[in-house]
């Protein structure tokens, strides 16, 4: 298993593209004002346009500013499924065909969805 992408969602983009960029030195793939790519070796890093900044705690927002939802990629999507349902994880989206790919999504123990694509081949 290899990390494949990550997804952080952001309030302000150009803030979001000049941080990773200017100051990490992150190589730019592409932008627009919902969806910008960084170039990370074998994975990506994505920016998207979110909600406001990170909420309160206590207060829950998958898509608020500040979260992140690592994508992993594996070659048999229905075993690896089995095996964390079988470890109790709780499963939020089962293997779905979403968008060309088949998806599954898993809570993590603080509560972090973390997304698994079927590798194609």
Known sequence: ??????????SDMDRSVKYYRDL???PLKFE????TEFSTGEATLALH?????????????????GQCRPGLQVGDLDELHSR?????????????????ARIAQYL???GLI?????SKG
Do not use: H
């Open 1 to 10: 298993m290899k990390l494949n992408y990550a997804i952080v969602f952001v």
């Open 24 to 26: 990490f030195g992150l």
């Open 32 to 35: 627009t004002p919902e969806w």
């Open 49 to 65: 346009k979110g909600g406001s900044a990170r909420q309160s705690e206590g207060e829950s927002d998958a898509t608020a500013s």
């Open 84 to 100: 964390l349902i079988g470890n109790g994880v709780t499963c939020v989206q089962p293997p779905t065909n979403s968008f060309g």
């Open 108 to 110: 993590d123990p603080d």
């Open 114 to 118: 973390v997304s698994v694509g079927e």
